[in-house]
C-alpha cells in the first residue's frame, strides 16, 4: 500500500495523469484531458472524470472528505471498465446494480480491487450517512493512494482494450 503515488499515463485522445501529492502537502494540477471532449469515448470521459475527481479530493478537508472524493474517483474509474467489458448491453437483465460486483465478474482480471472497494461500501455509506467514525488521516490518504494505483490499472488495461477494439474495426 502506498499513501503517496504518482502514475501517469496515456489514453487515446488525451492524457490522463493521476497524482496523490497530499502526502508531501503539494498542491495537484487540475487532470486534464486535451482534445475535443466529444471526440472521447465513453471509457475515456468516465477516466478523465475519476482523475478529476482523485485530483479534487486532494483539497479535501477532512480524512473523510478525501475517502469520499477518493471512493467516486473508484467508482467512475470502475465505470469505464464496465464500458469496455459490458459494452452496450451494461447492466440490463444483471440483479445486481453493485459496480464491485459487476467489475468482478465482468473483468476477472480486476477482481482484487473489486474485492478491496467493496470492503469500503459500508464505510462509504456511513461516512455519507454522518455517522460518527473517525478515519485518521493515515487511513484516508493510503485508500487515497490506492485509488490511484486502481485508476493507473484501469487505464492500462483500458488503453489496451481501445487498441484491441481499433484494430477489429
Known sequence: MVSQSVSQGAVSGGSVAIASARAVGAAAAPAAVSGPRSMASAPQQLLARADALLSEAIAASSPQDLFL???VAALRGAGAMLAVSEGSRGA??????????????????????????????????????????????????????????????????????????????
Request: aromatic share 12%; proline share 2%.
Open 69 to 71: 472524493g477518493a471512493y
Open 92 to 169: 440490463r437483465g444483471r440483479h445486481t446494480r453493485n459496480a464491485w460486483l459487476r467489475l468482478a465478474e465482468s473483468a476477472p482480471e480486476l477482481a482484487p480491487w473489486a474485492e478491496y472497494f467493496s470492503a469500503y461500501s459500508a464505510t462509504r455509506a456511513a461516512v455519507e450517512a454522518g455517522a460518527a467514525r473517525s478515519m485518521s488521516s493515515e487511513e484516508a490518504d493510503r485508500f487515497f493512494g490506492e485509488v490511484g494505483r486502481f485508476l493507473h490499472d484501469v487505464e492500462g488495461r483500458l488503453g489496451a482494450a481501445i487498441q484491441l477494439d481499433q484494430r477489429a474495426s
